[in-house]
Protein backbone atom coordinates (compact mmCIF):
# COMPACT_ATOMS: atom_id res chain seq x y z
CA UNK A 1 0.00 0.00 0.00
CA UNK A 2 1.27 3.78 -0.53
CA UNK A 3 -1.08 6.03 1.42
CA UNK A 4 0.87 8.89 0.32
CA UNK A 5 2.61 10.61 -2.59
CA UNK A 6 5.89 12.44 -2.09
CA UNK A 7 6.75 14.43 -5.08
CA UNK A 8 10.18 16.46 -5.08
CA UNK A 9 9.61 19.56 -6.90
CA UNK A 10 13.20 21.78 -7.65
CA UNK A 11 12.62 24.59 -5.56
CA UNK A 12 13.70 26.82 -8.96
CA UNK A 13 10.85 25.35 -10.79
CA UNK A 14 8.48 25.36 -8.15
CA UNK A 15 8.86 29.61 -7.78
CA UNK A 16 8.98 30.44 -11.83
CA UNK A 17 5.74 27.87 -12.40
CA UNK A 18 4.06 30.56 -8.84
CA UNK A 19 5.40 33.70 -10.97
CA UNK A 20 4.13 32.15 -14.38
CA UNK A 21 1.31 31.78 -12.77
CA UNK A 22 0.71 35.23 -11.23
CA UNK A 23 2.04 36.89 -14.08
CA UNK A 24 -0.79 35.05 -16.57
CA UNK A 25 -3.45 36.16 -14.04
CA UNK A 26 -2.74 39.37 -13.92
CA UNK A 27 -2.12 39.70 -17.47
CA UNK A 28 -6.18 37.57 -17.94
CA UNK A 29 -7.07 40.61 -15.91
CA UNK A 30 -6.27 43.34 -17.85
CA UNK A 31 -7.70 41.68 -21.14
CA UNK A 32 -10.52 44.04 -21.00
CA UNK A 33 -8.70 47.45 -20.23
CA UNK A 34 -6.19 46.56 -23.40
CA UNK A 35 -9.39 45.00 -25.42
CA UNK A 36 -7.61 41.80 -26.50
CA UNK A 37 -9.54 39.04 -26.89
CA UNK A 38 -9.43 35.73 -24.77
CA UNK A 39 -8.41 33.71 -27.87
CA UNK A 40 -5.74 36.14 -29.02
CA UNK A 41 -4.37 36.01 -25.46
CA UNK A 42 -3.78 32.35 -25.35
CA UNK A 43 -2.23 31.64 -28.76
CA UNK A 44 0.49 34.64 -27.93
CA UNK A 45 0.56 33.34 -24.77
CA UNK A 46 1.81 29.63 -26.25
CA UNK A 47 4.38 31.32 -28.77
CA UNK A 48 5.78 33.85 -26.05
CA UNK A 49 6.44 30.54 -23.69
CA UNK A 50 8.31 28.99 -26.65
CA UNK A 51 9.93 32.24 -28.19
CA UNK A 52 11.03 32.94 -24.57
CA UNK A 53 12.15 29.33 -23.70
CA UNK A 54 14.26 29.30 -26.71
CA UNK A 55 16.28 32.63 -26.69
CA UNK A 56 16.74 31.80 -22.90
CA UNK A 57 18.27 28.68 -23.81
CA UNK A 58 20.27 30.13 -26.92
CA UNK A 59 21.61 33.25 -25.04
CA UNK A 60 22.95 30.68 -22.58
CA UNK A 61 24.46 28.28 -24.81
CA UNK A 62 25.97 31.65 -26.45
CA UNK A 63 27.98 32.42 -23.36
CA UNK A 64 29.61 29.02 -23.14
CA UNK A 65 31.01 29.32 -26.75
CA UNK A 66 34.49 29.30 -25.50
CA UNK A 67 34.34 26.27 -22.81
CA UNK A 68 33.09 24.55 -26.52
CA UNK A 69 36.21 25.43 -28.30
CA UNK A 70 37.68 24.61 -25.54
CA UNK A 71 36.18 20.81 -25.63
CA UNK A 72 35.10 20.71 -29.02
CA UNK A 73 33.86 17.38 -29.78
CA UNK A 74 30.64 16.53 -31.86
CA UNK A 75 28.93 15.24 -29.29
CA UNK A 76 29.93 18.55 -26.99
CA UNK A 77 28.35 20.58 -30.33
CA UNK A 78 25.09 18.22 -30.77
CA UNK A 79 23.87 19.25 -27.18
CA UNK A 80 24.98 22.47 -26.19
CA UNK A 81 21.74 24.28 -26.51
CA UNK A 82 19.48 20.90 -24.72
CA UNK A 83 21.86 20.81 -22.24
CA UNK A 84 22.27 24.64 -21.80
CA UNK A 85 20.35 26.72 -18.53
CA UNK A 86 18.32 29.33 -19.28
CA UNK A 87 18.82 33.50 -19.07
CA UNK A 88 16.62 35.92 -18.12
CA UNK A 89 17.65 38.17 -21.01
CA UNK A 90 17.67 35.49 -23.86
CA UNK A 91 14.08 34.50 -22.77
CA UNK A 92 13.18 38.64 -22.64
CA UNK A 93 14.33 39.42 -25.94
CA UNK A 94 13.13 35.68 -27.53
CA UNK A 95 9.53 37.10 -26.23
CA UNK A 96 10.02 40.26 -27.59
CA UNK A 97 10.93 39.30 -31.09
CA UNK A 98 7.87 36.28 -30.39
CA UNK A 99 5.43 39.29 -30.19
CA UNK A 100 6.92 41.28 -32.95
CA UNK A 101 6.13 38.32 -35.55
CA UNK A 102 3.37 37.78 -34.32
CA UNK A 103 2.36 41.38 -34.47
CA UNK A 104 4.50 41.98 -37.74
CA UNK A 105 0.93 42.89 -39.84
CA UNK A 106 -0.31 45.26 -37.10
CA UNK A 107 1.58 47.45 -35.41
CA UNK A 108 -1.28 48.81 -33.17
CA UNK A 109 -1.82 45.64 -31.28
CA UNK A 110 2.08 45.13 -31.07
CA UNK A 111 2.08 48.89 -29.11
CA UNK A 112 -0.70 47.63 -27.29
CA UNK A 113 0.37 43.98 -26.46
CA UNK A 114 3.59 45.79 -25.08
CA UNK A 115 1.96 48.19 -22.71
CA UNK A 116 -0.41 45.19 -21.64
CA UNK A 117 2.50 43.08 -20.81
CA UNK A 118 4.80 45.31 -19.10
CA UNK A 119 4.28 45.02 -15.98
CA UNK A 120 4.22 41.56 -16.09
CA UNK A 121 7.68 40.79 -16.99
CA UNK A 122 9.37 42.05 -13.47
CA UNK A 123 6.41 40.45 -11.50
CA UNK A 124 7.58 37.03 -13.04
CA UNK A 125 11.37 37.37 -12.80
CA UNK A 126 10.86 38.45 -9.22
CA UNK A 127 10.05 34.71 -8.77
CA UNK A 128 12.39 33.13 -10.75
CA UNK A 129 15.20 35.22 -8.73
CA UNK A 130 13.99 33.96 -5.22
CA UNK A 131 13.56 30.45 -7.07
CA UNK A 132 17.53 31.28 -8.21
CA UNK A 133 18.70 31.77 -4.17
CA UNK A 134 16.77 28.78 -3.25
CA UNK A 135 18.79 26.88 -5.44
CA UNK A 136 21.64 28.33 -4.93
CA UNK A 137 22.54 29.71 -8.27
CA UNK A 138 23.61 33.26 -9.89
CA UNK A 139 24.71 33.60 -6.38
CA UNK A 140 26.75 37.07 -4.84
CA UNK A 141 29.67 37.67 -3.70
CA UNK A 142 31.62 36.16 -0.33
CA UNK A 143 31.12 38.28 2.98
CA UNK A 144 34.01 38.99 5.00
CA UNK A 145 31.26 38.67 7.80
CA UNK A 146 28.56 36.76 7.49
CA UNK A 147 24.78 38.02 8.90
CA UNK A 148 21.30 36.67 9.19
CA UNK A 149 18.28 37.17 7.65
CA UNK A 150 15.13 35.57 8.91
CA UNK A 151 16.85 32.82 10.61
CA UNK A 152 19.27 31.93 7.85
CA UNK A 153 23.26 32.64 8.00
CA UNK A 154 24.10 34.64 4.85
CA UNK A 155 27.26 34.10 3.78
CA UNK A 156 27.24 35.38 0.49
CA UNK A 157 25.85 38.95 -0.96
CA UNK A 158 21.90 38.27 -1.39
CA UNK A 159 22.00 39.79 -4.92
CA UNK A 160 18.78 37.05 -5.62
CA UNK A 161 17.09 38.44 -3.03
CA UNK A 162 18.29 42.15 -3.60
CA UNK A 163 17.38 41.79 -7.31
CA UNK A 164 13.36 40.03 -6.52
CA UNK A 165 12.94 43.03 -4.02
CA UNK A 166 13.92 45.97 -6.59
CA UNK A 167 11.68 43.43 -9.52
CA UNK A 168 8.35 44.32 -7.59
CA UNK A 169 9.20 47.66 -6.71
CA UNK A 170 9.37 48.26 -10.63
CA UNK A 171 6.52 46.03 -11.12
CA UNK A 172 4.41 48.41 -8.25
CA UNK A 173 6.41 51.43 -10.58
CA UNK A 174 4.88 50.74 -13.50
CA UNK A 175 1.33 50.25 -12.66
CA UNK A 176 1.71 53.61 -10.80
CA UNK A 177 3.21 55.24 -14.37
CA UNK A 178 0.45 54.01 -15.95
CA UNK A 179 -2.60 55.17 -14.15
CA UNK A 180 -0.54 58.47 -13.70
CA UNK A 181 -0.41 59.36 -17.25
CA UNK A 182 -2.09 57.84 -20.17
CA UNK A 183 0.15 56.08 -22.99
CA UNK A 184 3.49 56.33 -20.80
CA UNK A 185 5.56 54.19 -22.80
CA UNK A 186 6.01 50.69 -19.77
CA UNK A 187 8.04 48.92 -22.00
CA UNK A 188 10.79 51.50 -22.52
CA UNK A 189 10.46 52.35 -18.30
CA UNK A 190 11.04 48.24 -17.51
CA UNK A 191 13.88 47.91 -20.12
CA UNK A 192 15.50 50.97 -19.14
CA UNK A 193 15.13 50.61 -15.35
CA UNK A 194 16.08 46.67 -15.16
CA UNK A 195 18.83 47.79 -17.39
CA UNK A 196 20.27 49.57 -15.28
CA UNK A 197 19.85 47.55 -12.33
CA UNK A 198 21.24 44.49 -13.89
CA UNK A 199 24.39 46.45 -14.61
CA UNK A 200 24.75 47.21 -11.26
CA UNK A 201 23.72 44.27 -9.46
CA UNK A 202 26.36 42.09 -11.56
CA UNK A 203 28.98 43.45 -9.86
CA UNK A 204 27.74 41.67 -6.60
CA UNK A 205 27.79 38.43 -7.94
CA UNK A 206 30.23 35.58 -7.96
CA UNK A 207 29.64 33.50 -10.62
CA UNK A 208 31.54 33.15 -13.95
CA UNK A 209 29.37 30.55 -15.61
CA UNK A 210 27.19 33.61 -17.20
CA UNK A 211 30.05 34.74 -19.02
CA UNK A 212 32.74 37.62 -18.31
CA UNK A 213 34.55 39.30 -21.50
CA UNK A 214 36.67 42.49 -20.85
CA UNK A 215 35.90 43.00 -17.27
CA UNK A 216 31.93 42.39 -17.29
CA UNK A 217 29.16 39.76 -17.59
CA UNK A 218 27.07 38.76 -20.62
CA UNK A 219 24.12 40.86 -19.17
CA UNK A 220 26.11 43.99 -18.35
CA UNK A 221 26.78 43.88 -21.87
CA UNK A 222 23.09 43.52 -23.00
CA UNK A 223 22.26 46.22 -20.59
CA UNK A 224 24.88 49.07 -21.86
CA UNK A 225 23.46 47.86 -25.62
CA UNK A 226 19.97 48.53 -24.04
CA UNK A 227 20.35 51.68 -22.36
CA UNK A 228 22.62 53.10 -25.63
CA UNK A 229 19.70 52.30 -27.32
CA UNK A 230 17.31 54.54 -25.83
CA UNK A 231 19.49 56.89 -24.96
CA UNK A 232 20.08 57.50 -29.06
CA UNK A 233 15.91 57.41 -29.75
CA UNK A 234 15.42 60.17 -27.21
CA UNK A 235 18.37 62.15 -28.73
CA UNK A 236 17.28 61.63 -32.59
CA UNK A 237 13.80 62.37 -31.27
CA UNK A 238 15.32 65.74 -29.63
CA UNK A 239 17.29 67.03 -32.57
CA UNK A 240 14.24 66.49 -34.69
CA UNK A 241 12.08 68.24 -32.37
CA UNK A 242 14.55 70.94 -32.24
CA UNK A 243 14.63 71.27 -35.76
CA UNK A 244 11.16 71.66 -35.88
CA UNK A 245 11.04 75.04 -33.99
Given at each position: ????????IP????????G???A?C????R??????????????L???I???????????A????P??L??????????L?P??GFV?????F??L??I??L?R??H??????????????????A????G????????????E?????G??EM???P?????????????????A???????VD????YL?A?????F???F??????RG??FG?????W?????V?Y?T???L????R?SL??
Amino acid sequence: MYPYIHIVIPSYMAMALAGGFLAICFLYFRLGKFGIPFSTFIFMLFWCIVGGAAGSKVLFAATQIPWLLEHLTLENALWLIPRSGFVFYGGLFGVLFTICILTRKNHELRDKVFQFSAPAMPLFHAFGRIGCFLAGCCYGRELEEPFFLGGLEMRRVPVQLIEATAELLLFFILLAAERKKQGVDLLKIYLVAYAVLRFADEFLRDDAVRGIYFGISTAQWISLAVVLYYTARFLKHRKRFSLLD
